[in-house]
């Protein structure tokens, strides 16, 4: 089993609709969350961050966190063709005060079209 | 403020050759990470240096993987002898020194390395 799962994709959404992306972990001993988005050829580019259980909202995006579930969520509202990309989620399982080491999945390729 | 940034962006190698690649930090930035993407898999953490020192070298693949960062600013990442399933991007990584928290890692553009 993975340590970090998304589905690969890719995720066809119309321009406006809301796209749904789900990543499950397995280390109950992680602590927080993290969605990045990540262009072909370029780095990933955090979107937002999560640590408490709940919902999280920053613009247009929403994260959700269950830990008791083992579960985060990304909600893209409004979706539009420049949010073509890859959405990686990273856990970090370790709480060192200097550091911030992620596990990754794979990346759920979403591709909104117009 | 300049990002994260990584030289060279794409380098293709003979097997058996020697690569280093270099990563310029944030400025202030004390966090430096090094991360791999191999073909199809998911990027992979290899070390952490809180300045000068090395915290965490865990995802090391082996020991024809070297990385410095000599004076707490910049970072090496030198493979010597390449091999072919070293092919990959390999991503560098900043943060300040605080809680996982609220220092999220911001990431350089990549090395695209390409052994043949």
């Known amino acids: 089993q993975k340590e970090v799962e998304q589905n690969s994709g890719p995720l066809s959404v119309p321009e406006g609709a809301i796209a749904s992306l789900n990543c499950t972990y397995s280390d109950r001993g992680s602590q927080s969350f993290f969605w990045y988005r990540q262009y072909s050829g370029k780095s990933p580019e955090l979107i937002m961050f999560?640590?408490?259980?709940g919902d999280k909202e920053d613009g247009r995006f929403t994260a959700q966190l269950n830990k008791a579930s083992q579960y985060v969520s990304l909600l893209i509202r409004d979706s539009q063709p420049s949010d073509s990309a890859t959405y990686l989620c990273a856990v970090n399982t370790e709480i060192k005060a200097a550091g911030n080491k992620l596990t990754f999945g794979g990346g759920t390729r979403v591709l909104v079209k117009p | 403020e300049a990002g994260v940034t990584q030289f060279p962006s794409h380098s293709v190698i003979e097997k058996g050759q020697t690569v280093t690649l270099r990563c310029d930090p944030i400025?202030?930035?004390?966090?430096l990470y090094w991360y791999r993407r191999v073909m199809g898999k998911e990027i992979k953490f290899l070390l952490h240096f809180v300045k000068e020192s090395k915290q965490d070298e865990s995802g090391m693949p082996n020991n024809r993987f070297l990385a410095e960062r000599t004076g707490g600013t910049y970072s090496t990442l030198k493979v010597q002898p390449a091999e072919l399933e070293d092919s990959g991007v390999y991503f560098c990584?900043?943060?300040?020194?605080?809680?996982?928290?609220?220092?999220?890692?911001?990431f350089g553009n990549g090395t695209r390395l390409t052994v043949t």
């Open positions: 999560i640590y408490s259980n």
């Open positions: 990584a900043s943060s300040l020194r605080r809680s996982s928290y609220n220092s999220p890692l911001h």
């Open positions: 400025s202030g930035h004390d966090n």
